[in-house]
């Protein structure tokens, strides 16, 4: 169970840390459209989560609640991989992380979606619909930028550049993720691996990007261990909860 | 539309059902937009099972509390469960449903393959609910709710929204 319980956090926590990320944003896009696209965007993840955390609550057997499992955690307790929690640098940035993040996020859930674990599946099933809304959005820009003006070109570039390390983390296994592959409940992430890269490429391609060579790899997200980023991003999700215990809305 | 998919609802919960509409677009009752899965009374407590739209959806939770408030006014408890599966489509809003938000000014949702060249914005195909015209482009796929996209009549010069296809 304990396995189990893990596993959905490491899916889980993806989508609470960039909606978070994402709802920094609310208001403050550099346009209107795009600031109503991101903040639907977290609003669609932050529904997945909510769907996932129940469900862990359930099987967790201590009569936890999804919002103590969003808001009670300490920062090595949140299993987000580092890309998602990287910051709204400039748009570059926004939209590379989104883009990295979503053609990885659909193939996860393409493969959820057939787990025998009903709760997961339907979750996946459900996501789906909203995720390739997502990635077609982030696809988009990542192409409109980057074949755009000479600066949009260069900022998207050194965004992707600078991401680009955190995406091998995507494919790294826990331990959790090892037990629930081998049940077959959960997805073994690296059967998908090449698949990725290969349509990042091609879509950054398009976009007359570069598509980064080096082979400097970051992780650490996954166990716990984050990026400096991520006890400010906790800072203001748990501050309700940390400064007045047990409130409600 | 397949067998499983088919709401089950009890005929005479519709009446009480019917009063209950979409914080969101308040036109639609939950019973038009076909979130109910399931009505059944047994021993005395209603039982509902709702889908959402989107994950995300915060009309879910009032529509929740709002069914549970309807049913109470006539002396009858409820209780409300979401379900994910199977996932909500826009095949499952009723023609009548589609016909009320159209004249509430809310573009309906074409074809599956229609949907994606015109949210591409390669074709003209969604109608101005107010003249009529398809002459109209896309602003911005996302609008103002996570179930509808920007548009914009390029006769009449209104904006609109478009309610995605979602299947």
């Not at chain 1, 748990?238 to 409130?247: E, S, V």
């Not at chain 2, 049913?71 to 209780?79: L, M, N, P, Q, V």
């Amino acid at each position: 169970m304990k396995h189990l319980y893990n596993y959905i956090l490491t899916i889980a926590d993806n989508s609470l840390i960039l909606a978070q990320r994402l709802g920094e944003l609310c208001g403050h896009g550099p346009s209107l459209e795009t600031d109503i696209a991101l903040t639907n965007i977290s609003l669609d993840l932050l529904g997945q989560t909510r769907s996932y955390y129940q469900y862990a609550a359930k099987i967790s057997g201590e009569g936890k609640t999804e919002d103590d499992i969003a808001f009670l955690r300490i920062e090595r307790e949140y299993k987000n991989c580092l890309l998602v929690e990287q910051p709204n640098t400039h748009f570059g940035y926004v939209i590379g992380r989104q883009f990295l993040f979503d053609v990885y996020h659909l193939m996860l859930m393409e493969k959820l979606q057939y787990s025998p674990d009903e709760t997961l599946a339907a979750i996946a099933k459900k996501g789906i619909k909203e995720v390739s809304y997502h990635k077609r959005f982030s696809s988009d820009w990542v192409k409109r930028l980057g074949d755009g003006t000479e600066e949009s070109n260069a900022k998207m570039q050194e965004a992707i550049d600078d991401l680009w390390r955190f995406t091998d983390e995507l494919f790294f296994t826990t331990d959790a993720e090892k037990a629930k592959g081998k049940e077959g409940v959960g997805i073994d992430v690296s059967t998908f691996k090449e698949k990725y890269y290969e349509e990042v490429s091609e879509v950054l391609k398009e976009a007359t990007l570069t598509v980064p060579e080096n082979k400097y790899f970051t992780k650490g997200g996954k166990e716990g261990v984050h990026t400096e980023h991520m006890g400010y991003i906790l800072a203001d999700l748990q501050y309700m909860q940390r400064t007045y215990p047990n409130m409600t809305w | 539309m397949t067998l499983t998919e088919k709401p089950n609802i009890q005929q005479d919960l519709i009446p009480v059902m019917k009063t209950v509409s979409d914080p969101e677009i308040p036109v639609l009752t939950v019973l038009d937009l076909g979130v109910i899965r399931e009505a059944i009374e047994e021993n005395g407590i209603v039982h509902i099972k709702l889908t959402p739209t989107y994950s995300g959806c915060p009309a879910m939770d009032v529509i929740g509390d709002d069914l549970k408030k309807a049913f109470s006014e006539i002396g009858k408890k409820a209780e409300v469960e979401l379900i994910l599966s199977p996932a909500w489509s826009t095949d499952w809003i009723s023609e009548e449903g589609l016909k009320k938000m159209e004249e509430y000014g809310i573009a309906r949702p074409l074809s599956e393959t229609a949907d994606k060249d015109v949210l591409l914005g390669e074709k003209k195909m969604v109608k101005c609910p107010q003249c009529g015209s398809t002459n109209t482009h896309l602003v911005s796929q996302f609008g103002s709710t996570a179930c509808k996209a920007l548009f914009k009549c390029d006769d009449c010069q209104e904006p609109f929204d478009y309610f995605k296809c979602l299947k």
